[in-house]
Structures are given as C-alpha cells and as structure tokens.
C-alpha cells in the first residue's frame, strides 16, 4: 500500500469524525426535541470511539482496505443525515421554526441508520481486530450487506487470508474455495474485492504445502474467465506460479499445472507469459518423471532433458522477472532443477497422486501449444515430442489423451509455420518418427472417436512433410472414411484433401495414391450416406473435386460415376464456396471423359 493510498484512506476516515464532532456541536445548540437530539448524540459518540480505533488499525500496512471505505463512506451518508436533522432544532426565528418542522418520525429514520452504522463498524472492527490477533474469520451479518450477505462473508474471509495468521488464512483460502465453487457471480465479487493478491501471498508460503494447496484450489476455481484471469497475471501472479511448479511437494505441482492449464485455457497473454518465464520445461520434465525414453528413439533422453533444465535454469536465475517481483523472489527465483529437494517423496508418492500430477502437466502443455507457434516450438525445443509419444504409446485414460492434444496442436501449428514445420518434424527426425508411428498406431489399433479424431487431424495437419514414397499414413485415412462415426470419417475427408489440395507440393502423387487404396468408393459411400450433414457434405465434394482433377486418367472414377454424382450435386446443394470448384471439375471430367486432348485437359488444372 503506497503512501498515497494511505493519505486516501486516512481522509476517507478523518470526514466521518469531522462531521460526528459537528453533530455533537450541534445537540448542544439544540432547542427543540432535545431527548430525539440527545438520542442522537448517544449513538454518534459510539461511533467516533469506533472511528478513532478504526483509525489506529489503519496504520497497519496489511490493513484490508475494502471494507473499510464502504463502511466509512455508508457511515459519513448517515452522519450527514443525522447533522442535517439536528441542525433544524436550533434556536431560531419564528419564521425559520415554521418553514423547518421536524417530526418524531424523521428522528426514527435517522436513528435507525445510526444504529446500523454503529452495527456496521463493530462487525468491521470484530473481523479487522478479532481477539485482538486481527484477521479472524467472522460469519456474522453487517446491516450495509443485509441484502447481500455473500459479500460480507467475502470481506471476512479476505480479511483473514490478508491479515491472519496462518492457521486462520488456510481456512479464508478454504472458504473462498467453496463459495467459488458455487457460481461466478461469487468468484466475480472475490477478484473485485481484492482476493487475488493475498490469496497468491498465500501460495508462496513454501513452508506449508497445505496454505499451496488451499491457494491454488481458489485461484484455478477463479481462473476460469479472461478478465479474472488478467487480474492474476497483473499481481505478477504468472512468475510465482512457475516457481512453485519448479519447486514444492508432488500435490503442489500438480495444481500449480492446473492453474497454468487453466490461465492459458482463457487468457492468450497469460498462455504467452507462461512460456516466457520457461514454465514449459518442467512441465515436459515432471510429465517424462517415471518414464523411460529408449535410447534408439532418440539420442535425445531424460539424461539430456535434466541437462537443458539445469542450464536454463542457470539463466533463469540470473534474470529478474520484474521490479515488482524482484523484492519478494529474488534468492528464491525458480530454478527447476532444484525439484530435486522433492524427488525422494515423489519416487515413493502413491502412483495415482503421481498419475494425477502426469496428468496435470499434459493438460497444461495442451493448453500452452493451443493456438499458439511459439509455445509448440519451445516443446519441440525441449525433446518433449519424445515424451510425448512414448506416453500415448504405454498410457491410457486422460494422460494419454492429454498428450494426444498436445501433438495435435503442435502439428495444427506446423501445419500454419513452415521454419516449426521443418525444424520439428523431419523426416529423419527421431522425435517426429516416434510421434507419426503412434499417431498411425491410434488410427489403425484403437477404437475410439475421442482419440481417433485427434489423431486423424494431427496426420492432416502434417500432410506436407510426408515425401511421395511416404504412403503408408494414406492407407489408414482411406480406411477412415467408411467408419460407422461420421465424425471420423469426415476428419479422415479433411486429412485426405490436405494431402490431395493444390497447397501440397506433392498433391497429385498424393491424389494418385489416395485412388489406388480405393479411395473414392469409400468416398462415394461416405457421400450417399444419410447421416451426412452438409459440412461432411463440403468436405466430401473437396476432396472427391481433388481427386477428378489430379487423378483424372483413373478408371475408377469413371466407374465410381463420379461425373454423374458431381453433376447430381450441381443442380441441388452445392454451396456458393464450392461451386466453381464443382464446375470445374465437372468440365474436365467431360473433357476426358469425351476423348478430347491432353494439352486442352491440362488448361483446366489447377
């Protein structure tokens, strides 16, 4: 809290009892209704002795500030109130008696908010000063949040993660927890109120795993919407996070990797900023914990992994991560590679706690590389593809899945970045081999859309990387396209039309042995199929277009009548994006198809 805000709060409380000390003035001017007046004095007198305390606990630097000025600024409302009113009982002209009447029933009102005033500073004071300890949690109802109570529980609970100790601020942090849970209007009142900041002071507190725990279960329930999770990145929340992921028990970790998987879900500057304090690396190397990476794979291993972490961690140690940050981190600045101060109670952790933490990490990678070249690259960078293949290989469940999604996203961003493209998926590249094989392995072994679809989408989004000799990943994608899911068959569609599009260097080897593995049966089949709607539809018709004009001369098109379901198409449902391309290869169809010379059918390629 700077100086400033202190000057702020400090003439925030001094009005009140600037306006209270005129009340009192006022009472003994009064002529008229002295028992109301003396009423009143009673009740402001109660209030300036609770407004000088409050005054004294503002000196606090880890006052909680919220609270207070609402119930400063509902305070100084009814003192106003209570001046004015008084004010009218003076000894005054006979003119100014008749015109000011004054009734029994204003000093009701004014007593009434007087009376919830006073109740509204003993709960402020009861949570700002409980036993005298200060920050106890208090569940009682001030008047001024009688018509939304949550909001006092809120201020309670803050004020006891801010100023408690730390037994008290591991129950606000759990209470905080269980009322996010509840909605978002709850979590919206907690980032808005100020729970962000202590709540991540409580997260640093390396010396109780249990206040990590509490923490990071409020923040990951809280992290769930952009504008809450920009409020964390803007208490240098980002920075702390990899720290405590570098660094704690194996329980810690795992939630400190749902709260990255979380954070860069809903915010890209978050996904971004995460990678810029290196959070990747020991998420690769906490996810490769506990499995073995064969030599042959790679001459990248895990030997080769703890290296690069403790070499980037020597850099990381030697960078400030900011001004703001620097005071509170700075002999304590993440460094991965001392992880080690855990690894005995990581290699004896239960395996379902060491599952979970797996599983974590995966996600978190997941939602680092969605969207995003940058952060794929830095995966690659780390030989995590390594990881990552052996891992859907031996595993099943969420953790196989979760890597399965990383992949896709890695190839979805090589597929837009052709420097990631040739860098990470050579064809001699030991990690890219060991990623294809098990992507081939999941079209062709396992039967199961969730991960079938993924796998289908990874081999489509790399389609350009695979030489014409390369055609074993066409076989399974043809396959696909008669597969009772018409989801998957409609991914393999996409997978085959990246192969067979004009984009692919090698589009029309690819299209001719797309139509030697009797791809355009099953293609007709998928077309004439009922539960087709009409983006499988578009699809369809790309990829069967592609196939007529790149692979013309076969004579399985003609017997497969494409002409005739092309020009069927034509005059019913052909959407406006693919109708030239309909046109087109209905036009070259008729060329060949009529004896028409080659060097007239070729002015019609694309």
Same mark, same amino acid.
Request: net charge neutral; proline share 4%; hydrophobic share 40%.
């Given at each position: 809290?700077?100086?400033?805000?202190?000057?702020?709060?400090?003439?925030?409380?001094?009005?009140?009892?600037?306006?209270?000390?005129?009340?009192?003035?006022?009472?003994?001017?009064?002529?008229?209704?002295?028992?109301?007046?003396?009423?009143?004095?009673?009740?402001?007198?109660?209030?300036?002795?609770?407004?000088?305390?409050?005054?004294?606990?503002?000196?606090?630097?880890?006052?909680?500030?919220?609270?207070?000025?609402?119930? $400063? %600024?509902? !305070?100084?409302?009814? &003192?106003?109130?209570? =001046?004015?009113? @008084? /004010?009218?009982?003076?000894?005054?002209?006979?003119?100014?008696?008749?015109?000011?009447?004054?009734?029994?029933?204003?000093?009701?009102?004014?007593?009434?908010?007087?009376?919830?005033?006073?109740?509204?500073?003993?709960?402020?004071?009861?949570?700002?000063?409980?036993?005298?300890?200060?920050?106890?949690?208090?569940?009682?109802?001030?008047?001024?949040?009688?018509?939304?109570?949550?909001?006092?529980?809120?201020?309670?609970?803050?004020?006891?993660?801010?100023?408690?100790?730390?037994?008290?601020?591991?129950?606000?942090?759990?209470?905080?927890?269980?009322?996010?849970?509840?909605?978002?209007?709850?979590?919206?009142?907690?980032?808005?109120?100020?729970?962000?900041?202590?709540?991540?002071?409580?997260?640093?507190?390396?010396?109780?795993?249990?206040?990590?725990?509490? $923490? %990071?279960? !409020?923040?990951?329930? &809280?992290?769930?919407? =952009?504008?809450? @999770? /920009?409020?964390?990145?803007?208490?240098?929340?980002?920075?702390?996070?990899?720290?405590?992921?570098?660094?704690?028990?194996?329980?810690?970790?795992?939630?400190?990797?749902?709260?990255?998987?979380?954070?860069?879900?809903?915010?890209?500057?978050?996904?971004?900023?995460?990678?810029?304090?290196?959070?990747?690396?020991?998420?690769?190397?906490?996810?490769?914990?506990?499995?073995?990476?064969?030599?042959?794979?790679?001459?990248?291993?895990?030997?080769?992994?703890?290296?690069?972490?403790?070499?980037?961690?020597?850099?990381?140690?030697?960078?400030?991560?900011?001004?703001?940050?620097?005071?509170?981190?700075?002999?304590?600045?993440?460094?991965?590679?001392?992880?080690?101060?855990?690894?005995?109670?990581?290699?004896?952790?239960?395996?379902?706690?060491?599952?979970?933490?797996?599983?974590?990490?995966?996600?978190? &990678?997941?939602?680092?590389?969605?969207?995003?070249?940058?952060?794929?690259?830095?995966?690659?960078?780390?030989?995590?593809?390594?990881?990552?293949?052996?891992?859907?290989?031996?595993?099943?469940?969420?953790?196989?899945?979760?890597?399965?999604?990383?992949?896709?996203?890695?190839?979805?961003?090589?597929?837009?970045?052709?420097?990631?493209?040739?860098?990470?998926?050579?064809?001699?590249?030991?990690?890219?081999?060991?990623?294809?094989?098990?992507?081939?392995?999941?079209?062709?072994?396992?039967?199961?859309?969730?991960?079938?679809?993924?796998?289908?989408?990874?081999?489509?989004?790399?389609?350009?990387?695979?030489?014409?000799?390369?055609?074993?990943?066409?076989?399974?994608?043809?396959?696909?396209?008669?597969?009772?899911?018409?989801?998957?068959?409609?991914?393999?569609?996409?997978?085959?039309?990246?192969?067979?599009?004009?984009?692919?260097?090698?589009?029309?080897?690819?299209?001719?042995?797309?139509?030697?593995?009797?791809?355009?049966?099953?293609?007709?089949?998928?077309?004439?199929?009922?539960?087709?709607?009409?983006?499988?539809?578009?699809?369809?018709?790309?990829?069967?277009?592609?196939?007529?004009?790149?692979?013309?001369?076969?004579?399985?098109?003609?017997?497969?009548?494409?002409?005739?379901?092309?020009?069927?198409?034509?005059?019913?449902?052909?959407?406006?994006?693919?109708?030239?391309?309909?046109?087109?290869?209905?036009?070259?169809?008729?060329?060949?198809?009529?004896?028409?010379?080659?060097?007239?059918?070729?002015?019609?390629?694309?």
């Amino acid at each position: 809290m700077t100086s400033s805000e202190e000057k702020q709060l400090e003439e925030e409380l001094s009005y009140p009892i600037l306006v209270a000390e005129r009340v009192r003035s006022a009472v003994g001017e009064a002529d008229a209704y002295k028992f109301e007046c003396n009423e009143v004095s009673k009740q402001v007198d109660r209030l300036l002795q609770m407004l000088r305390t409050l005054v004294r606990l503002a000196a606090s630097p880890s006052l909680y500030e919220r609270p207070v000025r609402r119930v $400063a %600024a509902e !305070t100084s409302k009814n &003192l106003e109130r209570a =001046l004015t009113l @008084v /004010r009218k009982c003076r000894r005054r002209s006979i003119l100014h008696r008749v015109v000011s009447i004054v009734s029994a029933t204003e000093f009701r009102k004014v007593l009434g908010h007087l009376e919830a005033s006073v109740g509204d500073m003993r709960w402020l004071l009861s949570i700002l000063d409980n036993d005298g300890g200060g920050g106890g949690i208090v569940v009682s109802l001030p008047p001024i949040a009688s018509n939304d109570p949550i909001m006092s529980w809120v201020w309670s609970f803050i004020a006891s993660l801010q100023m408690g100790q730390l037994n008290d601020r591991i129950d606000a942090a759990n209470e905080l927890a269980s009322l996010a849970q509840d909605n978002d209007r709850n979590k919206k009142i907690i980032v808005e109120e100020g729970g962000v900041a202590p709540l991540l002071k409580l997260f640093k507190e390396a010396t109780s795993p249990e206040a990590q725990i509490a $923490a %990071a279960t !409020t923040l990951c329930r &809280l992290g769930n919407d =952009l504008e809450r @999770v /920009r409020v964390i990145v803007s208490e240098v929340g980002v920075p702390l996070v990899v720290q405590v992921l570098g660094d704690s028990p194996i329980r810690v970790q795992t939630l400190s990797a749902n709260l990255v998987a979380t954070m860069a879900k809903h915010d890209p500057v978050a996904q971004e900023d995460f990678a810029r304090e290196n959070a990747i690396r020991p998420l690769v190397t906490l996810l490769s914990f506990d499995t073995a990476i064969d030599e042959q794979s790679g001459k990248q291993s895990i030997h080769s992994l703890v290296q690069i972490n403790k070499e980037m961690g020597k850099k990381s140690s030697d960078r400030s991560v900011s001004k703001q940050f620097t005071s509170s981190y700075s002999s304590s600045s993440y460094t991965y590679s001392r992880g080690g101060n855990y690894r005995k109670d990581r290699e004896n952790e239960d395996p379902q706690v060491k599952l979970q933490l797996r599983i974590s990490c995966a996600e978190a &990678l997941w939602m680092l590389a969605r969207g995003s070249v940058s952060n794929s690259r830095k995966i690659t960078e780390t030989k995590g593809m390594l990881c990552l293949a052996k891992i859907i290989e031996k595993e099943q469940g969420e953790l196989q899945f979760n890597c399965l999604m990383t992949i896709m996203e890695i190839a979805a961003a090589a597929e837009s970045n052709a420097d990631l493209r040739r860098a990470a998926f050579k064809t001699n590249s030991p990690a890219a081999k060991a990623v294809v094989e098990q992507l081939l392995r999941i079209i062709k072994e396992v039967d199961s859309p969730s991960l079938q679809i993924p796998a289908i989408k990874s081999i489509g989004s790399l389609a350009r990387t695979f030489p014409a000799r390369e055609t074993r990943m066409i076989e399974p994608l043809v396959m696909k396209l008669s597969n009772r899911d018409t989801d998957v068959a409609d991914e393999a569609a996409v997978a085959l039309t990246k192969f067979a599009s004009p984009d692919n260097f090698l589009y029309v080897e690819h299209s001719k042995t797309i139509v030697e593995y009797n791809g355009v049966p099953a293609l007709m089949r998928l077309l004439r199929s009922n539960e087709v709607n009409q983006l499988h539809l578009d699809h369809g018709l790309t990829l069967l277009c592609f196939l007529a004009l790149h692979a013309g001369n076969s004579e399985s098109l003609e017997q497969a009548r494409v002409l005739t379901v092309l020009e069927g198409a034509d005059r019913t449902a052909v959407p406006p994006h693919l109708r030239e391309l309909v046109s087109r290869t209905i036009y070259h169809l008729n060329l060949y198809h009529t004896g028409m010379n080659s060097q007239r059918i070729s002015s019609y390629l694309p």
